[in-house]
């Protein structure tokens, strides 16, 4: 089992910056994909980004140039950084894990169904 625990949601204004943290315990986190979705009410879960176990990442066009996704397997956590948020950003921001050695593509980090495990989520409300 892996617990995951995401903190650093919050409001802010449209082009201000806000960190998202991910903390892993339980298994060993460096065996772990770990990647942020987002989600809005009453739609499914969108891919923002990826870090593989050996640090390849890969984010959503959306988001690409403004958030980064990083992570420290001393400390067991995995970070978002957002930068120039827009009001479409608003969402609940979800941490998940997944045990993958590989990947054909790296597309397959955009699917859920690749994660084990997903924290509770994160609120973030950008305003205008």
């Known amino acids: 089992q892996v617990q995951l625990v995401e903190s650093g949601g919050g409001l802010v204004q449209a082009g201000d910056s806000l960190r998202l943290s991910c903390a892993a315990s339980?298994?060993?986190?460096?065996?772990?994909?770990m990647a942020w979705f987002q989600q809005t009410p009453g739609e499914e879960r969108e891919f923002v980004g990826a870090i593989s176990r050996s640090g390849d990442i890969t984010y959503a066009d959306s988001v690409k140039g403004r958030f980064t996704i990083s992570r420290d397997n001393a400390e067991n956590t995995v970070s978002l950084q957002m930068t120039s948020l827009r009001p479409e950003d608003t969402a609940v921001y979800y941490c998940a894990a997944a045990r993958v050695t590989y990947v054909s593509s790296s597309n397959a980090y955009a699917s859920t169904s690749l994660y084990n495990y997903w924290g509770q989520g994160t609120r973030v409300t950008v305003s205008s």
């Open positions: 339980g298994r060993t986190f460096s065996n772990y994909a």
